[in-house]
């Protein structure tokens, strides 16, 4: 396999809480988020991540995970569990007895690029902690809150033991590799979306664009 192709998705079909700023671009309907997995299913070069740790989770991607024999990685927000529309505890325990890998989305849903001491303890050592004793294994791979990092976040997850780092870059991943970039599920998502993310060759500006913008982000402090 010489590359992957990463998915994130937040949350599917009725909103069931308030939302942030902008975060229902990233909210998809239920038969859009089928035609996603109709088309991953099999395909073992795509991979299927899901952030923010929302009800949907379970409620709605869980059982059409588990109809199309497909697993996926769920980034939980430690901080957040059992607030209204959230996952809880419990909800991270079905995932798990379903064959679904937990990771941790941080804390409180901030930028990692503007934490204070305390803060930082929160996003990393208590969330993992916190998932850690839910799951009964060791958490050690995250997915960037906002894709905000830089060299100092990238510094921060070293020193945290973190595995692997999701962020939302965009574009194929080369497997095993520690930095993963991911492409988002959007409110308009369609066939043609679908087969250009995860089929599709990009132009050489638009990779060239990435890889230097990749570069910033780990480099700028």
């Known amino acids: ?51 923010d740790g929302n009800a949907s989770d379970v409620e709605i991607a869980l059982p059409r995970l588990v109809e199309r024999g497909l697993t ?8 957040r569990l059992g607030e209204p529309g959230r996952l809880d505890a419990d909800g991270v325990r079905e995932l798990m007895a379903s064959g679904m890998r937990i990771g941790s989305h941080g804390w409180a849903h ?28 060791p958490v050690s791979r995250v997915a960037i809150p906002f894709g905000s990092y830089d060299a100092g976040v990238l510094g921060m997850l070293r020193r945290a033991k973190v595995t692997c780092a999701y ?16 492409d988002s599920l959007r409110h308009d998502l369609d066939a043609a ?19 230097a913008a990749r570069t910033f982000k780990r480099l700028r402090r």
């Open 72 to 79: 996926a990685e769920f980034f939980v927000l430690a901080g």
């Open 110 to 137: 901030r930028d990692w690029r503007k934490l204070s001491t305390e803060q930082v303890r929160q996003e990393t050592e208590d969330a993992h902690r916190v998932l850690g004793e839910i799951t009964g294994h």
């Open 1 to 51: 396999m010489h590359s992957v192709v990463n998915l994130t998705v937040h949350g599917i079909g009725p909103v069931d809480r308030e939302l942030d700023p902008d975060e229902d671009v990233f909210w998809v309907g239920v038969e859009q988020f089928e035609q996603v997995l109709d088309a991953a299913a099999g395909r073992r070069d795509v991979h299927i991540t899901f952030d």
């Open 167 to 182: 962020t939302c870059d965009g574009g194929r991943a080369r497997p095993g590799t520690w930095l993963q970039p991911r």
């Open 193 to 211: 979306w679908i087969a250009r993310v995860m089929d599709g060759t990009p132009s050489l500006p638009l990779r060239a664009r990435r890889i």
